[in-house]
């Protein structure tokens, strides 16, 4: 059905029934007038749908949808544990055009995450296949995964990023009326503790198959008016719940025809009611926009629910996952093994960098220097300016600039008083690196080519030069005493 619209009014009658029930606009009925297809019953002035961004397009039943929203449903699939039907919900899953889609009674063993170029679906379970729940999203809304809690195989728990606000689902499959009261009991008190971890400001949408009947009729401000049948027993337990948890029951708020609102029917379709819900905390209430089922929904061989789909004011956002880099298992150098073919691996390296030092060398024009002392003065003037800065000229210092050669037992005795399994810096070099490569020659490097390599030994360069002030002081004593 399309949309028209001239000078600011909207023609037809089923568009406008939309706008209404979503607040879009007010009725404006002209006296005297009939109400007929494609008469003026409406004014709405085409700058106010644009600042809402109300997009009017078809959905796969051929009625009014919002398209820059974000749809989420639960859907009863009976099982997942026949060949062919996780492919056969994907495929309605499509069709449906959903978001998110929360599943009850999945039946599979065990939690875990799928992934192709499509779907998403995580799902938790148990050790039989029995129950289980999952949600399946698109590629899309996969991207605003913050993370997953498999509480149960009745209860699970994904965490969205959005746009302005986080969005928490919570998919449930209560106990059906063969269990006892104390499985109810347990079961709400699994669903508490998992509203718990939801923060209050969060949007919090608690859906699934409760296997309870709120019937017709509204409560406070929970229950709206558009129930179907009559309320039972573990309805009331259910309405009590979401009383106290502060959640309102989507489905009962929007009108809709009868067929839009079972959710379950019996083996021939003489009997059906209203068993799945979709709730949202009350702050943000408004947020849904439509909510309703989808008979025509092909659930494959022995599906008796269909899905409830609710159209919410809601922008997810993408996640970018930062890529966490390896780490090192540093155990592994103890390994006589290990060690030696690490070691091979750092003195090849080492020597590839000394044949590379002995390559010739341009100056600042390109021109190749072949002696020795020009290519040692290129290099010189190379680490001046790549160090230079504007602090003012050093102060002179009128001493000896150069010390005593550090001699290959000093190094090695550095090396055996530093301890293992400490930080490292920013080169991400461990003493136990250094220690299992032998690093002792500390000559003939290429400043430019192993920078990152030299600034690796900066702790045992300061390790050296402590113990050699402590040796220094030691021998002040002994002479002084002498």
Known sequence: MSLKQANGYVFTTKATLFLRENGCGREKTPKNRERERGDLIMYYPSIVMASQRVKIDNDVNGNISVVNGTTSGTWNINTLYQPGKYENIKQEFGRLKVDIMGLSEVRWEGTGIISDKDITFIYSGGETHQRGVGVMMTANAAKSIAGYWAISDRIILVKLTGKQIDVNLIQVYAPTCDYTDEDIENFYESLTAAKKLCKQHEITLVMGDLN????????????????????????????????????????????????????????????KNQIDYITINKRFRN?????????????????????????????????????????????????????????????????????EQEEESDDKEGKVLMDSKDVLARWVEYVGELYDDERGMKPEYEGELEGPEIMREEILHAMKSMKNRKATGKDEIAIEMIKAAGATECSKHRTISIMKYTFGMETLGLMMLLLRVNCSQQLHLMFSCD
């Open 212 to 271: 309870a009947k709120i019937g017709k009729g509204r409560y406070e401000d929970i229950v709206g008016n558009f129930g179907l049948g009559n309320r039972n027993e573990r309805g009331d337990t259910w309405i009590e719940w979401c009383s106290v948890e502060k959640q309102v029951i989507a489905n009962s708020f929007f009108q809709q025809h009868p067929r839009r609102l079972w959710t379950w029917r019996s083996p021939g379709g003489r009997i």
């Open 287 to 355: 947020s849904i926009i439509r909510c309703k089922t989808y008979p025509g929904a092909d659930g494959g061989h022995g599906c008796d629910h269909v899905p409830v789909i609710a159209t919410m004011k809601l922008r997810l956002k993408n996640i970018k996952k930062r890529r966490k880099q390896p780490k090192k298992d540093l155990q592994v150098l103890s390994n006589s093994e290990f060690k030696e073919r690490y070691t091979v691996q750092v003195r090849n390296r080492f020597e590839i960098l000394d044949t």
